[in-house]
């Protein structure tokens, strides 16, 4: 068993025909799938596929390159609904890589669903790219703010600012492929307990498959690939980043 902290595989957008294939394949390979919301549609699409799903959990929230086309009120109708299987908040967070929205637009937005994750004591997945300086002051004026630092690519600064604040580290497919040797001596260094895996699924697809699309059920090749770095057995890192994961999301498997 193990969990995917992250993955897409609820979007129509992204899976318009083979869904319930890639979701078979998926809980074939034992694997607990966190279907995470981009905009309302598709956090509402998480919600109804996690709800007819076994193995599967929704997080809502308003990415940050949707944020000029979103609005709040309709990840806080999905809160207010008290749908069981919502486990978490995201992915929100800050983009300046790609900044599709503008930067004060983003601010607020994190602002906001920060405000709700506290109102609703939920866990959050964080997608933070290249805007670290402009995250921390937003997430330090919240107290109780947990999650995890989705495909975390940024400094050893950066992680150790998370890690000191409470934060899991979520590794993916980036990890099996990346050429970097600071981001090859992260994924080995930052020690078991901190970690939780992914896929990003249908982004991201790790080795040997690049260039096809990603699957949760690739999840246990991120798996395979920290067991070598780190000199442990797979079996070890499923059931650390497992119990991990739970500690933040609560049960799941
Ligand atoms: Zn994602």
Redesign the pocket.
Known sequence: MVIDT?C?IHDSEFYPENREDVYRQSRDAGVVMLC?G?TVRSSREAVAFAETHEGCYAAVGI?PHDGKDEDVAGIRQLLEEGHKKIVAIG?IGLDYFYEHSPRDVQRQLLHDQLALAQEFNLPVSF?VRDAYDDFWPIFDSFSGIRGIM??FTDTQHNLEQGLKRGLLVGINGISTFTKEESQQRLYTEVPLEKIVLET?AP?LTPKPFRGKMNLPAYVGLVARHQAALKGVRVEDVEQATTDNAERVFGKMT
């Open positions: 992250h897409h995470i981009t990415h992915e997608h989705h495909s990003d982004f």
